[in-house]
């Protein structure tokens, strides 16, 4: 069975701080790995996507990629009340689908 | 909101109840999906088309049956639904399932569906 995890929070973080989400999978095959954030009655939509070992930035976020370790993680610097959500981690598989993680809620506290 | 439509937002059914899900993407993708969400649950892939080609049916139970008429337009079909299958309902479209791995999908806003 191939797994994505989160842990599923809530995490809380102060406004202004770098909120680290993290994620990990089993399937040593993955090639592809999303993130998407869903606010609370919305629906998910793409904020990185990232492939290659590293880190990947855009703007105030970014992606970090460990495939010997199974690990992704995604890093929001001066985190803002608006980037309170739920954060799924996706994970492209060997089995050509996408695998999702339950989902971490972060709360940024003003 | 996104180029991924669903209607209706909120449906109410009973378990002998039919009624149908509707999806619309206007983003010209080849590849369409269903999802359930529930709480504190992953995302569950239920049904993928591509090409108007179903591609994946995960296991679904037969009281849900998808309907992919062109690459624009997805159903669901919903027939004696149990209240577990209470749920949102997602329906996403991508460039094409079967281009790997930097096919990023688009999703639309839900179907809320409660079942009594």
């Known amino acids: 069975q191939k797994e994505v995890e989160q842990n599923s929070g809530p995490l809380s973080v102060p406004e202004g701080a770098i909120a680290s989400l993290n994620c990990t999978y089993s399937?040593?095959?993955?090639?592809?790995f999303f993130w998407y954030r869903q606010y609370s009655g919305k629906s998910p939509e793409l904020i990185m996507s990232?492939?290659s070992n590293g880190d990947k930035e855009d703007g105030r976020f970014t992606a970090q990629l460990n495939k010997a370790s199974q690990y992704v993680s995604l890093l929001i610097r001066d985190s803002q009340p608006s980037d309170s959500a739920t954060y799924l981690c996706a994970v492209w598989g060997s089995n050509y689908q996408l695998i999702w993680g339950a989902g971490t809620k972060l709360i940024i506290k003003p | 909101e996104t180029g991924v439509t669903q209607t209706p937002r909120h449906l109410v059914m009973g378990m002998t109840n039919k009624k149908s899900l509707k999806c619309e993407q206007h983003l010209g993708h080849n590849a369409m999906y269903w999802y359930k969400q529930s709480a504190k649950k992953p995302l569950e892939l239920m049904f993928v088309?591509?090409?108007?080609?179903?591609?994946e049916n995960n296991s679904v139970p037969s009281r849900f049956s998808p309907e992919c008429p062109n690459s624009s337009h997805l159903f669901l079909h919903l027939h004696t639904l149990q209240p577990e299958d209470s749920a949102l309902y997602l329906c996403a479209s991508s460039q094409d399932s079967t281009s790997g791995r930097t096919d990023t999908q688009y999703f639309g806003p839900g179907t809320r569906l409660t079942v009594l």
């Open positions: 399937d040593r095959g993955s090639q592809s």
């Open positions: 990232i492939y």
């Open positions: 088309y591509n090409f108007k080609e179903q591609t």
